[in-house]
């Protein structure tokens, strides 16, 4: 089933199942997804949709009004090993925290026992992430800070990272 969103960065195409939540992302000119094929979730009468929907909503109107939002709703992910591997790490990225793709490496390389791991392989994984803001890949920064490599463009990553920060500087939960 096929659902739009409303956001602040624009209108995001959601993709779920009764029971699951499959992807979150944006839709623009490029995207070839058009909002008029989907329900829009954001209207008054959205109660009437699946319960997985209805979670989505919620969490993306606590997050989108400020504040951090409860434990996701129910997700689907379908792609590799190594890329679930590392979109489990991005899930745990705290709200409002980064760390760089070559963090993630580390860490992919130490639990695989191996030496170490491509930073530009873990790049692929996260921009391959299916479930955009909810599985937190604008957490993810170069190691000189930079805000490189983000599907839906820099500019959204760095709205994204500023209203996080603006809501734990506001001590809202």
């Given at each position: 089933m096929?659902?739009?969103?409303s956001s602040p960065i624009g209108t995001?195409?959601?993709?779920?199942?009764?029971k699951f939540l499959y992807g979150?992302?944006?839709?623009?000119?490029?995207?070839?997804?058009s909002d008029m094929a989907c329900h829009d979730i954001t209207e008054k009468n959205a109660d009437k949709y699946p319960p997985i929907v209805k979670e989505t909503r919620?969490?993306?109107?606590?997050?989108?009004?400020?504040?951090?939002p409860p434990d996701i709703p129910p997700v689907r992910l379908e792609g590799t090993t190594f890329q679930k591997h590392v979109w489990?790490?991005?899930l745990g990225i705290p709200y409002g925290a980064t760390t760089t793709y070559k963090d993630i490496a580390t860490?992919?390389?130490?639990?695989?026992?191996?030496?170490?791991?491509?930073?530009?392989?873990?790049?692929?994984a996260v921009?391959?992430?299916?479930?955009?803001?909810i599985i937190p890949c604008h957490r993810v920064i170069g190691s000189d800070g930079s805000l490189t490599g983000y599907a839906w463009?820099?500019?959204?990553?760095?709205?994204l990272l500023q209203h996080e920060a603006q809501t734990l500087a506001s001590g809202r939960k």
């Open positions: 096929n659902y739009v969103y995001l195409h959601i993709k779920c199942s009764d979150i992302s944006i839709i623009t000119e490029k995207s070839g997804i919620q969490w993306l109107d606590s997050y989108f009004s400020g504040n951090i489990n790490i991005l860490a992919v390389a130490s639990t695989r026992n191996r030496e170490s791991m491509s930073a530009q392989a873990v790049g692929q921009g391959h992430n299916p479930i955009g803001i463009g820099t500019d959204k990553k760095k709205w």
